[in-house]
T-cell receptor, first 109, second 115 residues
Framework: QKEVEQNSGPLSVPEGAIASLNCTYS??????FFWYRQYSGKSPELIMS????GDKEDGRFTAQLNKASQYVSLLIRDSQPSDSATYLC?????????FGSGTKLNVKP | GAGVSQSPSNKVTEKGKDVELRCDPI?????LYWYRQSLGQGLEFLIY????????KSGLPSDRFSAERTGGSVSTLTIQRTQQEDSAVYLC?????????????FGPGTRLTVT
């Protein structure tokens, strides 16, 4: 059974701050990692994918992957109230996606 | 282009009735997944289809649940003799294929309420 662990939160940050969301996974052979954002009452929306160790930046979002330590993180710079949502980490392995339970982020104006 | 679509968006049914939920994947996507999300909970994998291969049904919670995919495109998830614990949002997602780097994209979901 593949485990994907996230702190459920809520994580509260002030507007303009950096939000840091973390995810750990149990399977060393996993190769593909994804971050989804889910607003209340909506379906998950893909934010970023990352496959190689290191950082990947897309606008205000940076995904970080460390396969040796089996963690992946998402940094949101200049956090906005519109970033308030639940963030889901997903690990793909042999065609199936394994999701964490999500971290709820609150960005306070 | 068009995203994943699901119908109906909401379904209220009485306990014991059968329901069918439909998913139209993104055109050209060969992989299709069904998940269930109960209120305030994470995503529970149900089943996935890839092309003409036999589906992975390992997540179906009971034999009341079944799914099919016709012509490698549209999929229907059927729940027979619904129970109150089946109340949840049922999400469909599609992916271009099986390569590890392929992402999946979700539809808007069907909210099922069993009374």
């Amino acid at each position: 059974q593949k485990e994907v662990e996230q702190n459920s939160g809520p994580l509260s940050v002030p507007e303009g701050a950096i939000a840091s969301l973390n995810c750990t996974y149990s399977d060393r052979v996993s190769q593909s990692f994804f971050w989804y954002r889910q607003y209340s009452g909506k379906s998950p929306e893909l934010i970023m994918s990352i496959y190689s160790n290191g950082d990947k930046e897309d606008g205000r979002f940076t995904a970080q992957l460390n396969k040796a330590s089996q963690y992946v993180s998402l940094l949101i710079r200049d956090s906005q109230p519109s970033d308030s949502a639940t963030y889901l980490c997903a690990v793909k392995d042999f065609n199936k996606f394994y999701f964490g339970s999500g971290t709820k982020l609150n960005v306070k104006p | 282009g068009a995203g994943v679509s699901q119908s109906p968006s909401n379904k209220v049914t009485e306990k014991g009735k059968d329901v069918e939920l439909r998913c139209d994947p993104i055109s050209g996507h060969t992989a299709l997944y069904w998940y269930r999300q109960s209120l305030g909970q994470g995503l529970e994998f149900l089943i996935y289809f890839q092309g003409n291969s036999a589906p992975d049904k390992s997540g179906l919670p009971s034999d009341r649940f079944s799914a099919e995919r016709t012509g490698g495109s549209v999929s229907t998830l059927t729940i027979q003799r619904t129970q109150q614990e089946d109340s949840a949002v049922y999400l469909c997602a599609s992916s271009p294929g099986l390569a590890e780097t392929y992402e999946q994209y979700f539809g808007p979901g069907t909210r099922l309420t069993v009374t």
